[in-house]
């Protein structure tokens, strides 16, 4: 049977081959950051053109941690603040593998933190995605190591009067070889750096701004989901190399961005294996993964 021209063709969602159609619809509320993130991602994988059978997403637990249930690669919900020591393992026993972190700031930088800077210090050859929404979403919206000074939250009513985390300081310091700030609104950007950070050897930090809308914003009398993106289109000045110094967050004032760092190092394993070499000469046969026949 001819196909009559005026029909539209149905065609499958571009996004099909990355993300489990089968899971839709998702969870999130419709304004919120996680999904142009998401998006970031898997075009990021689109576009490396990676055997997908050689990836593998890991998330905590959160609104955050939900992409690895999205996501059509190996993936992996694990319990809150563990997806960093979850990827240490998988990638150790399958260095061949491209092991991505995606979580929330209260679970990687919280209860997770101690896993983080660990990580970061021995550079370890995993990207590690951070969407920061300023609090613990999933749970009622309470205040976080990353929650502005002066926001409100479920559990800062008054305004919080805690100092926050500067994450690109922290993972720079602890050791991390790529980062960078993007906000939900810098979707090519994003995309960019999360390639970049993919195809870097060694511990890559992508922070993401994306204030929760639902909670963040109603608390903090802030609008809608537009109105946030509104705010960083008018408010993200772009500052690629700068003084990690400079890029704390501040209530609802301009946010930096840009690429921070990006620098070469020996990573875990090729520190493992030269340390080795170094003690047993010849004798020591380099550990490339996989089941100790290498
Ligand atoms: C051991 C443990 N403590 C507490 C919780 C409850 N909990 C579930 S999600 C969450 C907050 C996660 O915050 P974040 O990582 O920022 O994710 P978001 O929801 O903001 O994306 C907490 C505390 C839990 N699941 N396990
Ligand atoms: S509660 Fe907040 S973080 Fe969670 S899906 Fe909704 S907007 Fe996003
Ligand atoms: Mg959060």
């Known amino acids: 049977m001819s196909v009559n021209a005026k029909q539209p063709v149905e065609e499958g969602h571009p996004m099909e081959e990355l993300l489990r159609m089968d899971r839709s619809p998702h969870i999130w509320c419709p304004p919120c950051g996680l999904g142009t993130t998401v998006t970031a991602l898997a075009t990021a994988l689109k576009q490396l053109q990676i055997d997908l059978n050689n990836v593998a997403v890991v998330s905590g637990i959160g609104c955050t941690g939900r992409v690895a249930g999205y996501m059509k690669v190996d993936s992996f919900h694990t319990t809150h603040g563990r997806a960093i020591p979850f990827a240490l393992g998988l990638h150790i026993a ?35 995605i951070c969407v920061n929404n300023f609090i613990y979403a999933m749970t009622g919206g309470q205040v976080a190591p990353t929650t502005p000074i002066t926001a409100k939250t479920s559990t800062s009513p008054y305004g919080n ?14 050791g991390a070889v790529y980062v960078a700030r993007w906000t939900a609104l810098h979707v090519r950007r994003m995309t960019t750096a999360i390639k970049e950070a993919i195809s870097k050897k060694g511990f890559s930090f992508v922070e993401v701004i994306a204030p929760c809308s639902t909670l963040y914003a109603r608390l903090n009398k802030l609008g809608s989901g537009l109105d946030l993106m509104k705010f960083y289109h008018d408010n993200s000045v772009i500052k690629h190399g700068v003084d990690l110094r400079e890029v704390d967050i501040n209530y609802q004032s301009k946010v930096i961005v840009g690429k921070f760092i990006d620098i070469e190092k020996p990573t875990y394993l090729d520190c493992l294996n030269e340390g080795n070499k170094r003690v047993f000469g010849d004798k020591y046969k380099p550990y490339g993964g996989g089941n100790g026949d290498n």
């Open 94 to 128: 399958r260095p061949d593998m491209k092991v991505i972190v995606f979580s929330g700031d209260g679970d990687l930088i919280s209860i997770g933190g101690n896993h983080f800077i660990h990580t970061a210090r021995r550079n370890v050859d995993i990207t590690v």
């Open 161 to 174: 009067y805690e100092h926050p985390f500067n994450l690109p300081l922290l993972a720079a310091s602890s």
